[in-house]
């Protein structure tokens, strides 16, 4: 059972648009969310989190919002650029074991000039 | 700058060999991890320890093995590699909830 998931494996969007990236979980525990962004033959590093007593956390052209009712979070980028090309992993945890995550199997955002 | 460092980006080994995947981060955290990603896949947990000599199985565990004995170092240990083990690995460490990850190991058995 795939507590955390990412149902579109790809995204394609032009430049200067906006990109949105969805997240669904199932675990009522999950209390904090996470968004990483990896590029190829790199390790993921951190984009920006939300806890779960938020409903939207902004971070530059990066903005997260959760839906906790929905168990939905989604990672917007406005505008995007060709830069932010990269597979994407959403990630839940617990805080009754807050170091450790559940990831999704990761969306690759392609930004086209 | 917390900095996480694997011994070997690339490495080609042969079905049945031991494999030992080496993991150091300098920033005293006291939780490490060991994933790999395969296409499709996204990232799966192997193990994961949350202080030093202790372990726990992640979701796929099984042909791995780790050892933590000191806080900075977590290896992962395969046993007698397989084919089906061909993978990216990636190692992580974290305080809290954000994880820091190293650059990966890719592992190719023949």
């Known amino acids: 059972d795939q507590q955390v998931k990412q149902n579109s494996p790809s995204l394609s969007v032009q430049e200067g648009r906006i990109s949105i990236l969805n997240c669904d979980y199932t675990?009522?525990?999950?209390?904090?969310f996470l968004w990483y962004k990896k590029y190829p033959a790199e390790g993921p590093t951190f984009l920006i989190s939300i806890s779960s007593i938020k409903d939207k956390n902004e971070d530059g052209r990066f903005t997260v919002f959760l839906n906790k009712s929905a168990k939905h979070l989604s990672l917007h980028i406005v505008p995007s650029q060709p830069g932010d090309s990269a597979v994407y992993f959403c990630a839940a945890s617990a805080w009754t074991n807050a170091g450790k995550s559940t990831f999704g199997d990761g969306t690759t955002l392609t930004v086209k000039p | 700058d917390v900095k996480v460092t694997q011994s070997s980006r690339y490495l080609v080994k042969r079905t049945g060999e031991k494999v030992f995947l080496e993991c150091v981060q300098d920033?005293?955290?006291?939780?490490m991890f060991w994933y790999r990603q395969d296409p499709g896949l996204g990232l799966r947990l192997i193990y994961f320890s949350y202080d030093v000599k202790m372990k726990e199985k992640g979701d796929i565990p099984e042909g791995y093995s780790v050892s933590r004995e000191k806080k900075e170092r977590f290896s992962l240990i395969l046993e007698s590699a397989s084919t089906n083990q061909t993978s990216m690995y990636l190692c992580?460490?974290?305080?809290?909830?954000?994880?820091?990850f190293g650059p990966g190991t890719r592992l190719t058995v023949t």
């Open positions: 920033m005293d955290h006291e939780n």
């Open positions: 675990n009522s525990m999950f209390d904090y």
């Open positions: 992580a460490s974290s305080d809290q909830y954000e994880q820091y």
